[in-house]
């Protein structure tokens, strides 16, 4: 993929998200905030293009071109937290050849009682992914059980969507999530400036 390429690809995307990932509302019926007495008047819905694969495959194709411009290589493994990076994982999979592996919201309680699903190759480190960033801590989930299984972190992580503004935010806010330490930097594709939204969103 070229330059020009990439160019036509994202700007298909951002249009997708858009147009189909993104809900929104007017003051008079916003959606219910996460915070009891707390409302919404946009919100994300990065899956409902996740799982289809047009969509899919276009965001893979931009990630990994992104990769290549900015970090040169694939000398590691991908990891992210269930349900959102899943399609992510699958499709870098199929799609590069990248291994991968998932962490869960919560220990299995019976069996292994295991965090991770999949077989995570002890030695790689670990690019986390996420649908978002600088808007949950489940990149930090999949950080902290990394870390406690041994695993070493890659110093760049994946978002579909940084949750920042640039004219608001710091550099650091910007090129990070801020739920991570401050020597990882997130590659991601597109911002809140590509949509028109500011935070906060209620």
């Known amino acids: 993929m070229n330059e020009a390429e990439y160019t036509r690809l994202w700007s298909w995307g951002k249009d997708y998200v858009n147009t189909r990932c993104i809900e929104r509302r007017d003051k008079a019926n916003p959606l219910?905030?996460?915070?009891?007495g707390t409302w919404y008047t946009w919100q994300f819905y990065p899956r409902r293009g996740l799982y289809d694969p047009?969509?899919?495959?276009?965001?893979?194709?931009?990630?990994?071109?992104?990769?290549?411009?900015?970090?040169?290589?694939?000398?590691?493994q991908l990891a992210g937290?269930?349900?959102?990076?899943?399609?992510?994982?699958?499709g870098a999979s199929l799609l590069?050849?990248?291994?991968?592996?998932?962490?869960?919201?919560?220990?299995?309680?019976?069996g292994l009682c295991n965090?991770?699903?999949g077989v995570p190759k002890p030695a790689v480190p670990v690019m986390l992914v996420d649908d978002l960033c600088n808007s949950t801590?489940?990149?930090r989930k999949a950080y902290d059980v990394c870390l406690e299984h041994g695993l070493p972190i890659f110093n760049?992580?994946?978002?579909?969507?940084?949750k920042v503004n640039k004219a608001v935010h710091s550099e650091a806010r910007r090129v990070g999530d801020m739920y991570l330490p401050n020597t990882i930097k997130?590659?991601?594709?597109?911002?809140?400036d590509d949509f028109g939204l500011s935070n906060p969103s209620h």
């Not at 937290?81 to 699958?90: G, R």
């Not at 590069?96 to 019976?110: D, I, T």
């Not at 760049?156 to 940084?162: E, G, I, K, S, T």
């Open 81 to 90: 937290v269930e349900s959102a990076a899943v399609p992510l994982l699958i």
């Open 186 to 192: 997130i590659i991601y594709l597109w911002d809140l």
């Open 156 to 162: 760049y992580a994946f978002a579909l969507v940084n």
């Open 115 to 117: 965090w991770i699903e």
């Open 54 to 76: 047009e969509f899919l495959k276009a965001v893979v194709q931009l990630y990994e071109y992104r990769i290549q411009q900015e970090v040169g290589h694939f000398n590691f």
């Open 32 to 36: 219910p905030g996460l915070v009891p």
């Open 137 to 139: 801590r489940s990149m």
């Open 96 to 110: 590069l050849g990248a291994p991968a592996f998932s962490v869960r919201k919560e220990r299995k309680p019976y």
